[in-house]
């Protein structure tokens, strides 16, 4: 059984209002057995669209490729945006070699909690996908079990908005569960009313489109 472990630790720059939580990257992350077109760096898949979701909406002119000068304009954009990256996953094990949440087994988690604890600045996270099986809403659910935290519902439309404190903390921390900026959550999207109301409007917006418009708002705010 291959042990999945998280080939980076949490990134989080000094003053970090938002921080952003996915899962594990692909396991070539920890292998490194790069692609052409990976980025040694958090959510660097060349098959991921964070990156180019985020290079869309800055304006960032990334380079995609496995260089430290791809690695140190996407440090320099986290830093200067205030936004820190932190998934909920330590490690896992896997029957088979692939990047499937679903076949993730014997999770281990980041206590996010007390991270969060130790960066008090931080207001929003900004989870990479929603409370399907695996999923970093779904792990967040079953931390937040251990510490006997309310966890409020603020809006129950995709994307998903949430708010807890932290224990023994008037602190109030918003979550918001965006769509997985993965070619597997392609469909999901697909399946959206909203979606559908645009595509029909505009037959040239894709899943990629809708996600810069989903994600824009609440990186941007």
């Known amino acids: 059984m291959f042990h999945h472990t998280h080939p980076y630790p949490p990134f989080i720059p000094e003053g970090a209002t938002k921080l952003i939580v996915g899962t594990l990257p692909p396991p070539r992350f920890t292998t490194k057995e ?3 077109g990976d980025v040694n760096f ?3 898949s060349r098959d991921g669209q964070l990156w180019p979701i ?4 800055f304006n960032l002119e990334l380079r995609f490729e496995t260089t430290p000068e791809a690695v ?3 440090k320099t954009f986290l830093r200067k945006q205030g936004i820190g990256v932190c998934d909920i996953v330590e490690s896992a094990r896997r029957d088979k070699i692939d990047a499937s949440d679903l076949g993730m087994q014997e999770v281990e988690l980041r206590d996010l909690i007390q991270i969060l604890g130790k960066h008090p600045s931080i207001e929003t996270l900004l ?3 929603g409370n399907s099986k695996n999923g970093p809403e779904y792990f967040f659910r079953k931390l937040i079990k251990k510490y006997s935290m309310n ?3 603020i809006s129950s439309v995709v994307p998903r908005v949430h708010q807890f404190a932290l224990p023994n903390s008037e602190r109030k921390i918003k979550t918001v569960s965006l769509t997985a900026p993965s070619g597997a959550a392609n469909r999901a999207v697909g399946s959206l009313a909203l979606y559908k109301e645009l595509k029909n409007k505009n037959p040239e917006m894709n899943t990629i489109d809708f996600r810069v418009m989903q994600y824009r708002e609440f990186f941007l705010s």
């Open 151 to 153: 966890y409020e519902v």
């Open 34 to 36: 790069y692609k052409s």
């Open 127 to 129: 989870f990479m996908g």
């Open 72 to 74: 140190h304009q996407r």
């Open 42 to 44: 958090c959510y660097g």
């Open 54 to 57: 985020l290079d869309r909406i």
